[in-house]
């Protein structure tokens, strides 16, 4: 079934910052049509506590950020992109500002608050819960603007390209996308002169995560399916304080709680072990090292966790800077004034993704990216905290300056094949959908966590084989739902992992494996080529 809007000239694939930040952008001369999945908010950014990090102080220099970038990448770097994107922060904050994103003010100037990595305080924030007000200023933005369409209730199967011209073509180009709409269950064909993706990471493909139900890396597998080379994606973040309960499993503890002066306590001797671990940097190391550092007190101990604890700090000093944290712990009986929060590390970013220049293009004609779907040369072998909605906010305007720049070139789709139902029946088995999407996770989690070896991966390899032939079959006997493209492109991200962390003979960053401890003298990317 085809699109009963009228057509857009540019498709954009998801409605967190770096969707909404190209839409707002482009909307300035043409026609946008967003697509998201769920709702407009179900993605990451409404997620994000600690900020966004960009030079605003006067102590303060774009060098010290580009070196804090490059120190916490492990040299990975591309280091003309993390030039672009820092030099572009202070701009990216103004922009925010006058969308009527309430950032915190001291002193009539912007609150910075510091997190671990950063060699100063140059997080701008809303209190503990930047990212629901960031989402909420451009949702507001873009419902209000004429010339942009929101279509929630939409999960993206496939990019459309020249293999779906009903005169086919078999070109890379992309002229759109193949979205199940939700609520009628119909596979609609939409389609326009240019696309964005725009649809967050890959996190879910771990047990732990602090990443919402939907991150399963639709955009990487759909780009990588259409012909897109992805980079670095053995490069998964693990974020160091997740909370540890039995009940709510993917809630994380901001790293501004140790910015602000918080310390790991290892509870078994009640003293703080940073020190063993980087005795410089202490609980302000960059997150590859504290997360190692609790996973490995974790497992010599025979722990479950290890304790946050700010409680040293005036009580009302704590509720004034995490004032949601402190009410969502309090919920769950735990009070960070008075005593410690148990915590665990869980996967939290995919620093890897689709390979893209600095305006955002892709290897595939008519196709942009922007965001956690891609691999821009920012985090290399791991991403300093928040910088990751800014790299949101600078290529999401980078892909839309270059689309206008461009617009006379790009030319009008043709007429292409709907989606072909009349081979499929509706499943009748969900459970091996469920079963399925577990056993990723668990495998995940277990053999290419936060320490890896060839052995395990070889092993979570010969998973990935033996489930790819059932979810293909799956895929090609039933009706599509959301639950099966979910699972789909969660196998082919984790297949995209387990490759990458194969091919890399090294330990760097977030990539740590026994049987390759040393780092190599040059880095390199692991670039896969489909
Ligand atoms: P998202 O915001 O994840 O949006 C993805 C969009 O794509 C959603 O609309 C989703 O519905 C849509 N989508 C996905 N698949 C499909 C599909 N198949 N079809 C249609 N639509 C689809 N970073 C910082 O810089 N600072 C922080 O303080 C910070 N805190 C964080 C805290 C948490 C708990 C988490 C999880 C992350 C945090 N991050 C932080 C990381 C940051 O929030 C994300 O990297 C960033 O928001 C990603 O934005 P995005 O626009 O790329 O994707
Ligand atoms: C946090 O607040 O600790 C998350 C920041 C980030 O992921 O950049």
């Not at 003309?80 to 001291?106: D, K, W």
Request: aromatic fraction near 8%; glycine fraction near 10%.
């Amino acid at each position: 079934m085809a699109s009963k809007q009228p057509r857009p000239d540019v498709i954009i694939i998801g409605s967190g910052a770096a969707g909404l930040t190209a839409a707002l952008t482009l909307a300035t001369r043409l026609k946008v049509l967003v697509l998201a999945k769920g709702t407009l908010s179900d993605g990451s950014t409404a997620w994000a506590q600690g900020g966004i990090a960009a030079v605003l102080d006067a102590g303060d220099t774009f060098e010290n950020h580009i070196r804090d970038t490059m120190v916490a990448g492990a040299g990975l770097n591309r280091l003309e992109t993390v030039e672009y994107v820092i030099e572009r922060a202070p701009h990216a904050i103004e922009r925010l500002i006058a969308l009527g994103v309430p950032f915190n003010q001291q002193a009539g100037a912007l609150h910075l608050t510091r997190e671990g990595g950063h060699s100063h305080r140059r997080i701008v924030h809303v209190d503990d819960a930047t990212g629901r007000a960031v989402q909420d200023a451009l949702v507001s933005a873009a419902q209000a603007h004429p010339n942009i369409t929101l279509l929630p209730g939409r999960s993206c199967i496939d990019l459309i390209t020249g293999r779906h011209e009903a005169r086919y073509s078999g070109s890379g180009r992309v002229w759109g996308v193949y979205a199940l709409n939700e609520a009628t269950g119909k596979v609609e064909a939409h389609t326009a002169r240019a696309t964005v993706l725009a649809a967050g990471g890959a996190g879910r493909c771990y047990l732990f995560s602090t990443s919402p139900r939907g991150a399963t890396g639709d955009g990487i597998a759909m780009a990588w399916r259409a012909g897109a080379r992805v980079s670095n994606m053995e490069m998964m973040q693990f974020h160091p304080t997740c909370l540890y309960n039995l009940e709510v499993k993917n809630f994380l503890v901001t790293e501004a709680v140790r910015g602000e002066g918080g310390w790991l306590i290892n509870p078994r001797t009640g003293k703080r072990f940073m020190e063993f671990y980087d005795a410089e940097r202490m609980e302000l190391a960059p997150r590859d090292v504290v997360a190692r550092a609790i996973d490995s007190e974790i497992k010599r101990f025979g722990l479950d966790y290890v304790h946050l604890d700010i409680s040293h700090k005036p009580a009302g000093f704590v509720r004034e800077h995490f004032p949601m944290i402190h009410a969502k712990l309090l919920g769950l009986g735990i009070d960070m004034t008075a005593g410690p929060i148990p915590v665990v590390p869980a996967q939290h970013y995919t620093c890897g993704g689709v390979l893209i220049d600095l305006a955002g293009r892709t290897d595939l004609p008519g196709l942009y990216a922007a965001g956690e779907c891609t691999e821009s040369g920012l985090h290399g072998a791991n991403r300093l905290a928040s910088n990751s909605l800014l790299e949101c906010f600078v290529f999401g305007e980078a892909a839309a300056h270059d689309i206008l720049e461009r617009w006379s070139s790009f030319d009008a789709p043709p007429a292409i094949r709907p989606w072909d139902e009349s081979r499929v029946a509706d499943s009748d088995e969900e459970v091996v959908i469920k079963q399925n999407w577990t056993e990723i996770r668990r495998f995940m989690w277990n053999y290419v966590g936060i320490v890896r070896t060839t052995k395990r991966l070889e092993r979570a390899a010969h998973r990935i084989k033996l489930l790819y032939d059932e979810v293909e079959d799956y895929y090609g006997h039933f009706r599509v739902t959301t639950d099966l493209i979910e699972l789909r492109n969660l196998l082919q991200c984790a297949d995209l992992i387990v490759r990458s962390a194969l091919r890399r003979h090294e330990s760097r960053g977030l990539h740590y494996t026994l049987d390759y401890p040393a780092t190599s003298k040059q880095a390199r990317d692991t670039v896969l080529f489909p």
